[in-house]
């Protein structure tokens, strides 16, 4: 298993640049947290010497509130839906590894989640395929999720979720990384977030996309905190991080970089895709941006690209304490 970083910036930076988050943060990010809380249940322990053998039998016995236990190690097949509210699933010891292996629930994922209050905590999702070309570690459907120190490696989709505005995604320590190079027609982001209400990213690592984009989120409010979306040298994926929606958006304290082998030209880009329906916040504060790419004539390279054209409505930005590296334009037009 890699090691995650605390962070890209130095403890002091991080302290700095939180001054000004609490007054960034919504609602329902708070929703987001008080929802992972969960009422009391039993503890339910998985593992191939145990009575559950299996996470699939574990999640057909158990009730709301409870607390699903994995022993390490790896998972074969074990696919499941999560439908009872404030569930906890917990890998023990160097995690637990769900593998897909040719199987996927309901034709989507690993694991499909649609309840309040969910945690998933020290998992391992991998090799997830689907008919449609966009099988997921996990779909995210309805209700909120707290990730923590999970990892998604090989699949088509990391996350992928539905677009609830009363949803609400939550992201700590955690790795995405080794999108699958076979051409199904689709994009293999490594997280895509439909339009929830609130996502939140949090000392995360993001590396060798192809194609997608490593980050990509439609959510209304956006607070990418303190991660590394850094392609690496093999890397292919598009943008680094995207917002296409517009909405109200923080980058702090992260590092954003680019490969040589890029899809594209641009870092990060905002409101590609918003069609005039809204304007919004970018705030840039404390991030390190480098680019290996040169750019063409036809598309230079950029470090954001902010689609004033179609975002319809003004858009407040802030931009400072960044640091751009190698070619491209600097700064947010």
């Given at each position: 298993m890699r090691s995650i970083p605390s962070s890209p910036c130095s403890p002091s930076l991080r302290?700095?640049?939180?001054?000004?988050?609490p007054a960034l943060l919504s609602p329902?990010?708070?929703?987001?947290?008080?929802?992972?809380?969960?009422?009391s249940g039993q503890t339910l322990s998985v593992g191939p010497d145990l009575p559950l053998r299996t996470l699939a039998q574990a999640l057909r016995r158990a009730g709301a509130g409870d607390i699903?236990?994995?022993q390490?190690?790896?998972?074969?097949?074990?696919?499941g839906v999560i439908t009872q509210p404030y569930l906890t699933l917990r890998g023990l010891g160097t995690g637990a590894i769900l593998r897909a292996d040719g199987k996927h629930a309901e034709g989507k994922a690993i694991l499909v989640v649609r309840a309040p209050g969910v945690r998933i905590e020290n998992l391992e999702f991998r090799g997830a395929r689907v008919p449609a070309g966009n099988g997921a570690g996990i779909r995210f459907e309805a209700g909120t999720l707290i990730l923590d120190r999970c990892r998604f490696f090989d699949n088509e989709?990391?996350?992928?979720s539905a677009g609830r505005p009363d949803m609400h995604l939550v992201v700590r320590h955690c790795e995405f990384g080794d999108a699958p190079r076979h051409d199904s027609g689709l994009l293999h982001h490594l997280l895509y977030v439909g339009a929830i209400g609130t996502c939140v990213v949090m000392n995360s690592r993001f590396f060798n996309g192809w194609r997608g984009h490593l980050?990509?989120?439609?959510?209304?409010?956006?607070?990418?905190?303190?991660?590394?979306?850094v392609d690496g040298p093999d890397g292919e994926a598009s943008y680094e991080l995207e917002f296409p929606n517009g909405g109200d958006n923080l980058v702090l304290g992260s590092r954003i970089e680019q490969s040589a082998r890029t899809q594209n030209t641009t870092l990060l880009s905002m409101g590609a895709e918003a069609e005039?329906?809204?304007?919004?916040?970018?705030?840039?504060?404390?991030?390190?941006?480098v680019n290996h790419h040169p750019g063409t004539p036809e598309a230079p390279a950029r470090f954001v690209h902010l689609w004033h054209e179609r975002l319809g409505?003004?858009?407040?930005?802030?931009?400072k304490g960044n640091v751009f590296e190698g070619p491209g334009q600097r700064g947010v037009p």
């Open positions: 302290r700095r640049a939180w001054l000004g988050v329902g990010i708070a929703k987001a947290a008080a929802d992972g809380v969960p009422i699903l236990m994995l390490a190690g790896t998972y074969a097949g074990d696919v989709m990391g996350l992928l980050l990509k989120s439609r959510a209304g409010v956006n607070r990418i905190l303190w991660n590394e979306l005039g329906r809204r304007g919004g916040r970018l705030v840039l504060r404390d991030n390190r941006f409505g003004a858009v407040e930005v802030v931009d």
